[in-house]
């Protein structure tokens, strides 16, 4: 009952920038973490950057200083803003969030949401 939808995604020479959009909707309860994960060709799913409700934020070492995560809880929507790219960022950026959603008259809780993906090619 909970759709991510991503957008944002396309082609970039390397040093360039871009923003990915990630907007939630359904029957939402509340978005706890939010997040966004990418997927290179032959390589495993990684972390890029998390940020919860409160606007706390984490990244790993391949990112930081370079992308920044947020977030706009009133419109249950999330942003990543990506600069200085470069050619090992190429890969299909998935949206994540964990939360609750009504189902019915009550709601379930704890549950994990992923988006499609999309496409981030950085040309060297």
């Known amino acids: 009952q909970v759709q991510l939808v991503e957008s944002g995604g396309g082609l970039v020479q390397a040093g360039g920038s871009l923003r990915l959009s990630c907007a939630a909707s359904?029957?939402?309860?509340?978005?706890?973490?939010m997040g966004w994960y990418r997927q290179a060709p032959g390589n495993q799913r990684e972390l890029v950057a998390t940020?919860?409700?409160?606007?706390?934020?984490n990244y790993p070492d391949s990112v930081k200083g370079r992308f920044t995560i947020s977030r706009d809880n009133a419109k249950n929507t999330m942003y990543l803003q990506m600069n200085s790219l470069k050619a090992e960022d190429t890969a299909v950026y998935y949206c994540?969030?964990?939360?609750?959603?009504?189902?019915?008259?009550?709601?379930?809780?704890?549950?994990?949401?992923w988006g499609q993906g999309t496409q981030v090619t950085v040309s060297s």
């Open positions: 940020i919860t409700s409160g606007r706390r934020t």
């Open positions: 994540y969030a964990q939360g609750s959603y009504y189902r019915g008259t009550y709601f379930v809780t704890g549950e994990d949401f």
């Open positions: 359904g029957n939402i309860f509340s978005i706890n973490v």
